[in-house]
């Protein structure tokens, strides 16, 4: 088959016509006017990558015919969110079922089908906004949306799973988490995803998770008898000298129905200079409250704890605590979207202008973490190397506006503008080899991939084509 080339993609996304039909089915496009529904979009998602250039005045000079700035600003209504919120979902279903061929995807195909690293990030929004967005209330923003996303580390694809007020619980979106696991994918968990029914119905369906085990759930173990009793795992941890302990085959939860079957509870002793924070900390929390830690928090305090459905031949224990590291790469993925994007930057107090923002900057996130996806895969084959996101995102600040243009203007102008700025981009946004620490790739494969015979590295029949 044919490996289609990024290029090809990027533009097939970005068709006039496809963008007339998203405005005019959201209601915004009645009738021809001053300011384009393409350009529209493009003036407001690649607009994001400038951080200086993210106002009405400057997104109304961008424009092929000259508009005033009160012009751009009658255009955020209720359509134009719906029309945003469209070009981001029938763009980010598109991206879905496109993928490179990844190397590191190849690597762990036969053992899962996915990598998905679920959580949700809070962008704080102007308090006037609270009625449309509340906000959690106490020390936080009156008004906040929350942003719930599954990022697929093999192929780099993102998922925005919803848009919510910043005081809806992550529990009570585990449902919708779990979901988004497909069939012998795994799934890296924060502890606030907690569910018992959910991750039950995920590993019915044969799906995988892993997730920190939450205190307050009782475990049960299963004695020679047959009969289950109630583990005291701070005790059971106490009376260990052992570095890593591990209990196969438990249950956890009282509940039948939110009852968690055959899991592996697996704990890792901390180094003595984190265990000590840690209990710092919650000597700290619990001072705050007028209350003193109980010895079984403390001692637990010094383990980190997982939970996981996946056998110990396919996650060996001592991969497990390695691999969970990698859920550390959706908060590198949050802080890009805020520190890069300015996710978390608005000032406008208009309801319909914040949600457009929102919607741009997470499509053009959609499309950085596509186009890194495919940057990466390529660069790997060519030269053993990564690409390092954040010098790719740098990289195309100082192209935004370029990209726009060349985007507007179609044709052998935007060929020559994508491969010269891919080749800029293998160029220069390599990340470095650094001696004394290694990237999580290169950790995976040495602590795990690279141990096991039957998935010896052999690449895939085509390379991915970025020109």
């Known amino acids: 088959m044919k490996m289609t080339s990024f290029n090809d993609l990027f533009t097939d996304w970005f068709q006039p016509e496809r963008c007339l039909a998203w405005a005019k089915r959201a209601g915004w496009y009645k009738r021809k006017g001053k300011i384009d529904p393409f350009e529209f979009l493009l003036s407001l998602v690649f607009g994001q990558l ?104 093999l192929q780099g694809r993102l998922n925005v799973l919803d848009l919510l007020p910043g005081k809806c619980s992550d529990q009570g979106k585990a449902q919708r988490v779990v979901q988004s696991i497909p069939r012998r994918g795994l799934g890296l968990f924060d502890a606030g995803f907690y569910h018992g029914t959910a991750l039950q119905e995920l590993q019915e369906r044969g799906g995988y998770f892993v997730i920190p085990w939450p205190h307050n759930v009782s475990v049960w173990a299963q004695g020679n008898q047959g009969q289950w009793h109630r583990v005291n795992v701070a005790e059971h941890l106490r009376q260990t000298s052992e570095t890593v302990v591990e209990l196969s085959s438990v249950r956890l939860g009282t509940d039948q129905a939110g009852q968690l079957h055959a899991v592996r509870l697996v704990a890792y002793r901390l180094k003595e200079e984190r265990a000590n924070r840690r209990r710092a900390a919650l000597r700290e929390k619990a001072r705050t409250l007028g209350r003193t830690p109980t010895a079984e928090a403390l001692e637990l305090a010094g383990w980190l704890m997982l939970i996981t459905n996946a056998s110990a031949q396919k996650l060996p224990a001592r991969v497990l605590g390695f691999l969970y590291r990698v859920r550390w790469q959706i908060e590198l993925v949050f802080k890009q979207f805020k520190s890069v994007l300015g996710l978390d930057s608005s000032d406008t107090t208009d309801e319909n202008r914040l949600q457009c923002e929102v919607w741009a900057r997470l ?66 946004a390599r990340k470095e080899h650094q001696k004394s620490r290694q990237t999580t790739w290169q950790n995976l494969q040495e602590h795990w991939l690279d141990l096991i015979p039957n998935l010896q590295e052999s690449p895939p029949a085509h390379a991915p084509a970025m020109t």
């Not at 600003?73 to 598109?94: G, L």
């Open 50 to 153: 400038s951080t200086t250039e993210r106002t009405l005045a400057a997104q109304a000079h961008s424009l092929s015919e000259p508009v005033s700035r009160q012009a751009v600003e009658q255009r955020y209504s209720p359509a134009a969110v719906a029309y945003f919120q469209n070009a981001f979902q029938q763009t980010m279903q598109a991206s879905l079922n496109w993928q490179p061929a990844s190397p590191m995807a190849h690597q762990l195909e036969q053992h899962f089908s996915a990598l998905n690293l679920c959580d949700s990030t809070v962008l704080a929004c102007d308090p006037s906004l609270a009625a449309l967005f509340p906000g959690c209330g106490g020390g936080g923003s009156a008004a906040s949306i929350k942003v719930l996303l599954c990022y697929e580390y």
């Open 363 to 428: 499509l053009c996130g959609l499309l950085l973490f596509v186009w890194h996806s495919y940057a990466n895969a390529a660069c790997w084959f060519m030269h053993r190397r990564e690409i390092s996101f954040l010098k790719m995102a740098k990289r195309l600040q100082q192209e935004g506006r370029l990209l726009a243009q060349a985007l507007g203007a179609g044709g052998t102008r935007l060929a020559e503008t994508l491969v010269d700025l891919n080749r800029k981009i293998l160029k220069l």
